[in-house]
């Protein structure tokens, strides 16, 4: 199958947690185990790795990159949560959104919050970040995964997102956050196996959007929201840029700021501030990011 070897030829990545340890730890621990460490990559080209070999990521600071089909699944790094797997284009949103440490986050569709571990990993485990996950079987995966990560700063709760209240005094100083909302899925290179999986389902896509635009205008009402990364793992421009548009056009207090310009491969324009990703022009799943960031005074002039 085609669409199955593809997804098998992707580098294999894997995210430094840096709250239990640096980057250059992992590293010499990487080739004590035997793999060559062959430096930091500078072009996408330095991502097409053989054997035991692996480089630091050109884009992402935390990200090391093995060759396709390494599996740590065992490695004792994994074990005690040294390491992330996660795929290189879903560490963008929460390096995008970059809360500093001591802020107030929310990230609003959390499980199995790899995401979230990178966001408490950007905070230093200082200031509060509130989770919410629909699904109590998703969220209790991810209570285990953000132990083994080491989070402390984490407030999980079982709770829909747009039953949350932006005005609750709990949240009135939330500044940032992360909406990674359920998508088509169809970025997910190792899902694409079946034929009809790849042919889009027009209902299913617009009742999916309509949620995720719901999402977006729900997390846009947080008072103090300053910045808000909006992510999914989808290629549908339903899903993508047309949702960011419907939500620019609903709420002119909130611009779209471009993200990591050396990024590659962009938003459909004229959304290019966004960001894709893919097998072919970035060597990851398929995905999308957008960062949007409330007007300031100095802005709007510009405007
Ligand atoms: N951000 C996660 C990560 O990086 O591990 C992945 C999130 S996944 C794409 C979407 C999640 O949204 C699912 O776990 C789903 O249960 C959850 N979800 C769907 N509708 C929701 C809602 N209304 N409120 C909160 N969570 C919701």
């Known amino acids: 199958n085609i669409q199955q070897s593809e997804?098998?030829?992707?580098?294999?990545?894997?995210?430094?947690?840096?709250?239990?340890?640096?980057?250059e730890d992992a590293i010499d621990y990487f080739k004590r185990d035997g793999f060559s460490y062959l430096g930091k990559a500078y072009r996408l080209d330095d991502l097409k790795l053989k054997g035991k070999s692996f480089v630091a990521d050109l884009h992402l600071p935390d990200?090391?990159?093995?060759?396709?089909?390494?599996?740590?699944?065992?490695?004792?790094?994994?074990?005690?949560?040294?390491?992330?797997?996660?795929?290189?284009?879903s560490c963008l949103p929460a390096y995008l959104l970059?809360?500093?440490?001591?802020?107030?986050?929310l990230d609003a569709c959390a499980a199995p919050g790899n995401k979230t571990s990178h966001l408490a990993a950007i905070m230093k485990n200082k200031g509060r970040l509130f989770a919410f996950d629909l699904d109590a079987k998703r969220l209790a995966t991810m209570s285990t995964l953000l132990l083994r990560a080491g989070v402390t700063c984490q407030q999980l709760a079982n709770q829909d997102f747009l039953?949350?209240?932006?005005?609750?005094?709990?949240?009135?100083?939330?500044?940032?956050?992360?909406?990674?909302?359920s998508c088509s899925g169809s970025g997910m290179v190792c899902l694409r196996d079946e034929e009809s999986s790849l042919q889009k389902d027009s209902g299913r896509l617009k009742a999916l959007a309509a949620f995720q635009l719901h999402c977006l205008n729900h997390a846009l009402r947080f008072p103090r929201l300053q910045r808000l990364v909006y992510s999914t793992c989808s290629i549908h421009t339903e899903e993508n840029e047309q949702v960011v548009a419907a939500c620019l056009q609903q709420n002119r207090s909130f611009r779209l700021v471009p993200g990591?310009?050396?990024?590659?491969?962009?938003?459909?324009?004229?959304?290019?501030?966004?960001?894709?990703?893919?097998?072919?022009?970035?060597?990851?799943?398929?995905?999308?990011?957008?960062?949007?960031?409330?007007h300031t005074a100095e802005t709007l002039k510009e405007q």
């Open 7 to 23: 997804g098998d030829l992707l580098p294999r990545y894997v995210r430094v947690n840096t709250l239990k340890t640096t980057v």
């Open 63 to 89: 990200v090391l990159v093995f060759s396709a089909k390494t599996d740590f699944h065992d490695h004792y790094l994994y074990k005690a949560g040294h390491i992330i797997l996660q795929d290189k284009a």
């Open 98 to 105: 970059n809360p500093s440490a001591g802020s107030v986050v």
């Open 260 to 294: 990591l310009q050396q990024w590659p491969e962009r938003g459909l324009p004229p959304f290019t501030q966004c960001l894709r990703a893919s097998a072919t022009k970035t060597l990851t799943h398929g995905f999308f990011v957008a960062l949007l960031e409330r």
């Open 163 to 181: 039953k949350v209240d932006p005005d609750g005094s709990q949240y009135k100083d939330v500044e940032y956050i992360l909406l990674d909302p």
